[in-house]
Structures are given as C-alpha cells and as structure tokens.
C-alpha cells in the first residue's frame, strides 16, 4: 500500500491537499482509493422525493457516474462528521436538516468507506457549492437503478435500499428500566426518568444487537411513562416521551401496536415478564431486558 497525495493542479485539489487526509490510497494490485484516514457518502433519503444524488464531474474518479456527496475523512474524524461535512461542502446540506439511521461499512483492510445513511428532517434543496458535482438531484428510489451509478454506490445500493425499509424503534418500560439500578430513583421518579430520557438521544446500537444488516443503528425511541414520572419534558433526538394515562403496562403494548401500524419494527423494552409476553404477542419483532439497555449505555459512557 502506498499513500499518495495530489499534486498541486489536480482538479480535485487544485492548490494541492488542504488536509492530510486528501490522499490516493494505492493498493500494492493497484487500485487507488481516495482518503487517506478512509472516506464517508451521505445518503440523504426524503420520503416524498428519494435519496439525493451526485452526478460527478468527468475529471473525478469514475467521473460521469452519479453516486453520494462524500469525500475523504479528516484524521480522527468520525465517519458522520465527515460525511455530513462532506455533504455541506459539495451539496450544500444545512445543518441540522437530516438525522443519522444507520451507518454500513465497506472495510477493505487498507482503506474502508462508510455510508451514513440519514432521514432528512427538515426538507431542502441541494446547491453545488464545490466543482466536483455536475447535478444534485431527488432521485426516487424505483429511479435510482436507472442512473449510470458510481461502480461503488452500484454494488451497495441493492443492499442499503432493502435497510431503508427496516425502521427500527425501541418502545422503552421508562419505569422497569429506571428501576432496574437501585440508585435512589424513588426519591424523585420524574428526575430519573428525565436522566434516562437525555442518555437515550441519540443512542447508537450495534446492528447485531438489533438482528439487523449495517454497522450501527440510531432507533427511534418511544420513552413509555407513568405516575410521578410523567410531565418530564418532551424528548429530542429521536427520543419521544409518552406519558401513560392509566396502567403502565397497558399504555406500552398500546404504543408497541402504534408503533407497528406505523410500519416500524419495535423493539419492546422491559424486564417484566408478563409483560414481555404482551408485547410479543402483539407483534413486537424483539423484546430486550432492561439490563440490555442499560449495557448499551453503560458502554456508550
């Protein structure tokens, strides 16, 4: 493997790297892959217009063929801060406008790309603001196979549009989980609830914790409260509060059934055993221990 950087007066970088991650990663075969720290693609999907694509300037790697906003990571730079930076940088993609779903990873050894894959939350029209890209487009999903794609995005592609349509949701027993960890929660139950409720945004699961294809997921969550814990404030990133009106238990399968009518795939939250049983029964995919949750906190620190 040798790692080359782009001479100044290369249409990529015409002034030369501006970073020490703008470099050609040569493989001893031959192959040469852009970025040297790797390289991230945003796939930006709206469900009313598709999933925004890049028709790439003829003088760039596979030029001519539409694929991803995307480019080459920065050291130590996580593969959705690049890719969403990426995306500003050649797309135009304001800042906060989508939310990360799942991240697949193409790891080749000497060099790896990872698709962030993101729903766009707040609509927008894509700008060329770099000469890399000829068009920025909202491809429909049934349109997409009918593009010359990028040979990369090609092979990917069956594969991330079958992930598109899983929707991961994880509908959470608020008061088993906080109740789990005898930590003085009954002291102030709406305190706790409140605590778990800002460690669950954003919360990034291991796809096989999931039983799910990619690398990481970011589920949604619905946060299912009761008593003294209700009237916390309403949840963000991803994060949904519902406040059970009555029993608990029953305000869970209510949302679990919500939920599956939606279309998601519910991963049902709770430790009680006879509960567990309700939500499998009404159509829970999964159903996780409140020890299984509080692991994946517990590693995300």
């Known amino acids: 493997m040798t790692v080359v950087p782009p001479a100044a007066g290369e249409p990529r970088r015409p002034e ?21 720290f790797g390289a991230a693609g945003l796939l930006a999907y709206d469900a009313a217009r598709g999933i925004l694509l890049q028709h790439r300037v003829s003088w760039s790697h596979f030029g001519g063929t539409w694929g991803l906003p995307g480019g080459a990571l920065h050291e130590d730079e996580s593969a959705i801060g690049g890719a969403i930076r990426e995306a500003q940088e050649e797309a135009g993609v304001p800042d906060g406008a ?24 707040d609509p927008f029209d894509p700008v060329i603001s770099d000469p890399e890209s000829v068009a920025l487009e909202w491809v429909p999903l049934d349109a997409v196979d009918g593009r010359p794609l990028h040979p990369g995005f090609a092979a990917a592609w069956p594969v991330l549009r079958q992930q598109l349509a899983e929707r991961p949701v994880l509908v ?21 609830a409140s605590r778990l409720r800002s460690r669950l945004e954003g919360l990034a699961v291991p796809a096989g914790a999931l039983e799910l294809g990619g690398d990481v ?19 963000s990133g991803g994060v949904s509060v519902v406040e059970a009106e009555g029993a608990g238990d029953d305000a869970i399968v209510a949302e679990v ?5 939606d279309g998601r795939t519910v991963v049902a939250v709770t430790s009680d055993r006879e509960l567990q049983e309700r939500v499998a029964r009404a159509g829970a995919a999964r159903v996780r221990s409140a020890g299984w949750l509080r692991g994946l906190l517990e590693n995300r620190g």
């Not at 059934?257 to 009518?261: F, G, P, Q």
């Open 217 to 235: 997921w970011f589920p949604a969550v619905s946060l299912v409260v009761e008593g003294q814990a209700r009237g916390i404030e309403a949840g």
């Open 172 to 192: 959470v027993d608020a008061a088993n989980v906080v109740g789990s960890v005898p930590d003085g929660w009954w002291k102030d139950r709406a305190g706790a």
């Open 257 to 261: 059934e919500r939920r599956i009518a």
């Open 16 to 36: 030369g790297p501006r970073d020490p991650g703008d470099a050609w990663v040569v493989a001893d075969t031959g192959e040469r892959y852009w970025g040297r």
């Open 98 to 121: 989508v939310r990360p779903l799942f991240t697949s990873v193409l790891d080749l050894g000497i060099w790896s790309y990872t698709t962030v894959v993101a729903d766009v939350v």
